[in-house]
Structure formats: structure tokens, C-alpha cells
């Protein structure tokens, strides 16, 4: 059974810092692209970022493009989402996902990423 589980969601101030941690079990981590959406009350699901199998290619939305840097472990089974000069647009819930690095581009579509965590909560204050 394949599980993504998230964790480091809280709050935070405006030009703060989180790191959203996502630690995945049940599929072979090593072949899977990993990405990060995030969904905002009363809004769709978006894209925020997302990193190729093995690390060396990387794809970020405009709107954090600059700020936010996904990282991941293969060893350790697990990719991270470094949030930096946070701002309250910010503020939504934070999904990893996962999907076959032989299918599409990084940043989907959605329908792409085959299973997804449970989400955390961000919220950013003014």
C-alpha cells in the first residue's frame, strides 16, 4: 500500500521559513517524480514544484519560482519543500504526489500523479 505522508505545516510570519517534509513507503520511490500542489480555501488544486527521479531537474509555478526549492532522498525515501520569504497567498494546504518518471512532464498534468499525501497546513500571517 503506497503512502505519502506529510509533515512541517504550522504557521508562520511573512518572510518567514517553513520545510514541508514528505515521506513516502510502499512504491520504488527511486523511479517516481515528485511533486508539490497546494490548495488555497475556496480555490483549485495548483501546482507549486516538482523534482525529477533522480534529482536533476526541477520545475516551480511563477509564483514561487525563486523562493521555494524541493529537494529530495532517495535513500531516505523522501522530498522536501523549503519555503522561504513566505508571503499570506501562501497560506493553503500542501499536498505531495507522486508519479511514474516515464510519464509526462514535471509539472503534470494533475491527472498525472498517481497517489497523494494527506496534505499539511501552511498559513502565513501578515
Known amino acids: 500500500q503506497v503512502q505519502l505522508v506529510e509533515s512541517g505545516g504550522g504557521l508562520a510570519q511573512a518572510g518567514g521559513s517553513l520545510r514541508l517534509s514528505c515521506a513516502a513507503s510502499?512504491?520504488?520511490?527511486?523511479?517516481?517524480?515528485m511533486g508539490w500542489f497546494r490548495q488555497a480555501p475556496g480555490k483549485e488544486r495548483q501546482f507549486v514544484g516538482a523534482?525529477?527521479?533522480?534529482?536533476?531537474?526541477?520545475y516551480y509555478a511563477n509564483s514561487v519560482k525563486g523562493r521555494f526549492v524541493i529537494s529530495r532522498d532517495n535513500a531516505n525515501e523522501t522530498v522536501h519543500l523549503q519555503m522561504n520569504s513566505l508571503k499570506p497567498e501562501d497560506t493553503a494546504i500542501y499536498y505531495c504526489?507522486?508519479?511514474?518518471?516515464?510519464?509526462?512532464?514535471?509539472?503534470?498534468?494533475?491527472?498525472?500523479?498517481?497517489?497523494w499525501g494527506q496534505g499539511t497546513q501552511v498559513t502565513v500571517s501578515s
Open positions: 523534482i525529477n527521479w533522480n534529482g536533476s531537474s526541477r
Open positions: 504526489a507522486a508519479k511514474d518518471w516515464s510519464r509526462g512532464n514535471l509539472e503534470g498534468p494533475e491527472s498525472l500523479y498517481m497517489y
Open positions: 510502499g512504491l520504488s520511490f527511486r523511479f517516481y517524480d
